[in-house]
Nanobody
Framework: QVQLVESGGGLVQAGGSLRLTCTAS????????IGWFRQAPGKEREGVAC????????SYTDSDKGRFTISRDNAKNTVYLQMNSLRPEDTAVYCC??????????????WGQGTQVTVSS
């Protein structure tokens, strides 16, 4: 059964760093595109970053470029989101998702439960 589980969220002060982990089961992350998304209170869910099977990465949020890095560890079947220089506006629930395809999508079939990231000023 396809399953995604996020971990690594928490409370961090502005300027700090966190690394989120998306652990997959039921499929091999090396073969598919995996994306990170986030949703802040009262706001729409937005894409953060995507990595495909060729390890090509895409950043979807301008404010995150240069601060967030998506990567993959195929041996551990995990995808990471390294977040540096965090800002209060980064506060959100972060989810990983896949459609078992070649692209990331906000309408992916499979989602993790999410992990809370809170950045204090």
């Amino acid at each position: 059964q396809v399953q995604l589980v996020e971990s690594g969220g928490g409370l961090v002060q502005a300027g700090g760093s966190l690394r989120l982990t998306c652990t997959a089961s039921g499929f091999t992350v090396a073969y598919y595109a995996i994306g990170w998304f986030r949703q802040a209170p009262g706001k729409e869910r937005e894409g953060v970053a995507c990595i495909n099977r060729r390890d090509s990465t895409t950043s979807y949020t301008d404010s995150d470029k240069g601060r967030f890095t998506i990567s993959r560890d195929n041996a551990k079947n995990t995808v990471y989101l390294q977040m540096n220089s965090l800002r209060p506006e980064d506060t959100a629930v972060y989810c990983c998702a896949t459609d078992l395809g070649s692209r990331c999508s906000d309408r992916s079939d499979y989602w993790g439960q999410g992990t809370q990231v809170t950045v204090s000023s």
